[in-house]
């Protein structure tokens, strides 16, 4: 799949011109239209293409598919109740996960430790 960089353009466009230094809308204006040049095509001798054309990277990836209903512990934080959550108070009651038994905050969906979603 072919990506546009637009980070390296951005970056290839501030180092030569010092128009970097104006405001952001003016900026943006000619970045654009700096995109938009006609240069000459790197594949086909004698072709034109626009600028932005020469920015595209071949990348294949796979998508990242975000679950909210499904939570996996990655480890990078161990032993804490309140990791996400902004409410830290703690009931009298308690609030304890169903499978691991883990102390949780009155507010918490799914448990820190072995990720078990919470009723």
């Known amino acids: 799949m072919e990506v546009f ?4 353009a951005a970056t290839d466009y501030m180092s030569k011109h010092t128009l970097a ?3 952001p ?3 943006l204006m000619r970045f654009a239209f700096w995109l938009g040049d006609s240069v000459p095509d790197p ?3 004698g072709k034109g293409v626009p600028r932005m054309m020469t920015f595209l990277t071949e990348q294949d990836f796979e998508p ?7 939570y996996e512990p990655s480890g990078a934080v161990l ?18 996960c169903s499978e691991c038994g883990t102390t949780l905050s009155a507010t918490a969906k799914f448990c820190p430790e ?3 979603t919470q009723e």
């Open 5 to 8: 960089d637009g980070k390296k």
């Open 79 to 96: 032993n804490s109740a309140n990791v996400g959550n902004a409410y830290s108070e703690v009931k009298p009651d308690g609030k304890f």
């Open 25 to 27: 809308e003016l900026t």
């Open 114 to 116: 072995c990720g078990t």
């Open 43 to 45: 594949k086909n001798e």
């Open 64 to 70: 990242v598919l975000i679950d909210d209903d499904k």
């Open 21 to 23: 230094f104006s405001t």
